[in-house]
């Protein structure tokens, strides 16, 4: 190879120190211009630490820059945007590792279906809506089915297309950047969103995790996890191992404390230990990550089982949704193993109306117990589990951390041993929730490198009222890098 002449040595050289030199130190009018800075503001990046920076830069999807507004303005050429975020506060994106807004959008529900609205609660017509669906649970049991062992495969329409359009346009817009589907029935609207990310148009991240019942047929296609693109990806699936709560239908290891609607007085078991083993190594054999609604301590114990005897290790990252009442033994077992807690923030508030009565004073112990699982150092992750409660991720924060309902039930709220702090709660929908979907190397925390899904919101909820969180006002929204919502938006729980 020729020798290096001396003029070209010393460019190189100076390419080289401007390559090397801290990200956020590019010099001005190189070719690394950002095309978006955030600047003075509070920006919490995360996994580490709370809120130490003032601005962020992005360039393409991806953040190129954070740290103080001088070094990252450094950044700013000029064909970038500038936004003076005048102390607004900055997060990554939200995420829910829990809801069924594709299954709702394919319902053809219009956009009030997403937006979060408060309504008293009435003993009477949740009493009806419990028996109701703990009697569609024993049907689905009576025919040897589980819930989610019934899928389809429409065809591609307009109308479902608008239909999802109409749906992320309201996700978008509360600060949401990825939602994880809690088992989609429906494979057409998986097509129709492979899609809409082809032409461009999605604004919300979808991770699918397929209903059981679309499972084999997902397969052919050649779907299995992380198949996909930074729009829409296949997660895994989803099994259903009991009921709920609620309706007394969660399958428990000792009989309900009371007996409201006459249903089998320890629950419904919808997978026996052998097709859970069975459905289980399925789903391994067909490269699904896999995740098992189960609520009740005998529905937990059956799903862990099935994970331990098909090798289930910390690196599959298979979670349980809910996990609503479990012992110590169970929570060791999860630890051991890796499984993932997904648990619904809402759910805080939302079960004070019977869960004392469903299981007795004794047992509530061991029920909702997210900061014992958290100390116990358990892998957690946050969602909202739309539609059953709101998606907005800063209502079930509200919930989460102070356990009371917006109508300020029950004063001091409810179990408060078990509150979660804002930080924590907020790592559950953010970078917790990016490793429980293998996205951590990617997302979930604001740092060079990462995809830049962000959230702006005027309040700091790390240093808002508690009880003030749920009214916070959006401005921003940010997926890949695209601004995907702007304005301000806030949904207050309660009039003023
Ligand atoms: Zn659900």
Known sequence: MDAIPPMSRRSALALA????GSLAVAAPDSPGHADLVLHSGVVWTGEHGNGTAQAV????ARIVAVGSDRRVLRWAGPRTRRIDLRGAFVAPGFRDQHTHLIQTAVGGAG????????????????????????????EIHARGETPVDRGAHSPVTEKLKNDLLVMQEEVAKQGVSTVVEAGL????????????????????????????????????????TGVGNEWVKVLGVKLYSDGWLGPRTAALRKPYSDDPYGFPRGGILFLDQERADRDVARARE???????????DRGVRVALTAYERNGVSP??????????????????RMIRRGVIASIQFSFATTDQRFAERALGRHRLRHAYRWRDMLRARVPMVGGSDFANEVLDPLWGLQRVVTRTEFDGTPPGGWLPDQRLDVPTALRLIT???????????????????????????RENPLTVAPDRIAGATRLMTITNGRIV????????????
């Not at 919502?485 to 729980?493: D, H, L, N, S």
């Open 185 to 224: 029935r429906d494979l057409g609207a998986l097509d129709a969103l492979f899609q809409l990310a082809e032409e461009g148009r999605l604004k919300v991240r979808f991770l699918v995790r397929v209903a059981w019942g679309c499972i084999e047929e997902a397969a052919r296609m050649g779907l299995r």
């Open 315 to 332: 690196r599959d990252r298979w979670a349980l949704e809910h996990v609503q009442v479990a012992e110590d033994d169970l929570i060791e």
């Open 286 to 296: 067909l490269g699904f990550n896999v995740t098992t609604h189960a609520i009740g």
């Open 17 to 20: 120190g401007a390559a090397t």
């Open 57 to 60: 830069a992005v360039k393409g």
């Open 485 to 496: 919502a702007e304005g301000a938006v806030r949904y207050p729980p309660l009039a003023p």
């Open 431 to 457: 970078s917790r929730a990016a490793f429980a979907s293998l996205e951590e190397h990617e997302r979930g925390t604001i740092e060079p490198g990462k995809y830049a899904d962000l959230v702006v919101l």
């Open 111 to 138: 956009a009030q279906a997403y937006r979060p609205v408060f309504t008293p609660y009435d003993e009477r017509e949740a009493f009806e809506a419990r028996r109701r669906n703990g009697q569609r649970h024993v």
